[in-house]
């Protein structure tokens, strides 16, 4: 293991909870593009407004 190695421990779920995010993100795109018909500046928009990633992200970290 070098220095910049972080271990996790065995029943960490980190990139269980990171995979479900993104495949949220991606129903939640799939679903602004087909609300917005095609029109992807619509869909863009519609996904910032839907979107919670960032929001839950800066939740759990808050800032010092």
Known sequence: MTERDIPEPDNST?????????????????????????????????????AEGEKKYEEGHPRP
């Open 14 to 50: 980190v990139d269980d909870w990171f995979g479900q995010q993104a495949a949220h993100d991606a129903e939640v795109a799939d679903e602004a593009v087909d609300d917005a018909d095609g029109d992807l500046d619509e869909a863009e928009d519609l996904y910032e407004q839907r």
